[in-house]
């Protein structure tokens, strides 16, 4: 009677078995006839492919949810309005898309009528899908250089691509104003 070989496994296969582990295992497993082996390599076969599978698809199905809710908030109006103050802060920078942005100091009124700084607001220009607004960056730059007192009108989306601008609050108009 020839006598079998036994398949020893050393602690590392046996407590932190890996893929081909499994298989070299399961190999000597059919060629043994007691089939005794100390771990199921059976079942970390399965367990490994149903890791692999369920991995692929949390990170598809994440990538997938991330556009989805991106490609719907940008053509999602969030709301619109008007903003008073003096430009500050005027680029056209980022990497690799380059796009319009700016600051707006933001002004308040004191009760005796005076205006004080109130904070500031970040802006973009929408050049990517609005072509009426070419014009735009350099009117904000002559306004900017002559510290003149703007009206800004503007759309806030709930998001907005990189390539698209580099904030929510989309500026559709920019007008000086009046001091009263």
């Not at 970390?44 to 991995?55: E, P």
């Not at 980022?94 to 904070?119: H, V």
């Amino acid at each position: 009677m020839a006598q079998e070989e036994k398949f020893h496994q050393s602690f590392r296969q046996r407590w932190l078995p890996t893929y081909d582990d499994a298989d070299n295992a399961l190999e000597n497993l059919e060629k043994t006839t007691d089939n005794k082996i100390n771990c199921d390599y059976r079942d970390v076969h399965t367990v490994w492919h149903m890791a692999k599978k369920y991995t692929r698809t949390v990170i598809v199905g994440g990538a997938l949810l991330g556009v989805g809710f991106q490609g719907f908030g940008n053509n999602t109006l969030y709301s619109e309005g008007e903003r008073v103050g003096v430009i500050n802060k005027f680029s056209k920078g980022g990497f690799p898309w380059k796009t319009y942005n700016g600051q707006l100091s933001l002004e308040g009124r004191t009760s005796t009528g005076d205006y004080t700084g109130a904070g500031v607001w970040d802006f973009s220009i929408d050049m990517f899908n609005d072509s009426d607004l070419r014009s735009l960056p350099s009117d904000i730059t002559k306004y900017m250089k002559d510290g003149a007192r703007v009206n800004v009108k503007y759309n806030q989306m709930i998001s907005t691509w990189p390539w698209r601008a580099g904030t929510t609050y989309l500026v559709k108009s920019i007008e000086p104003t009046e001091k009263k």
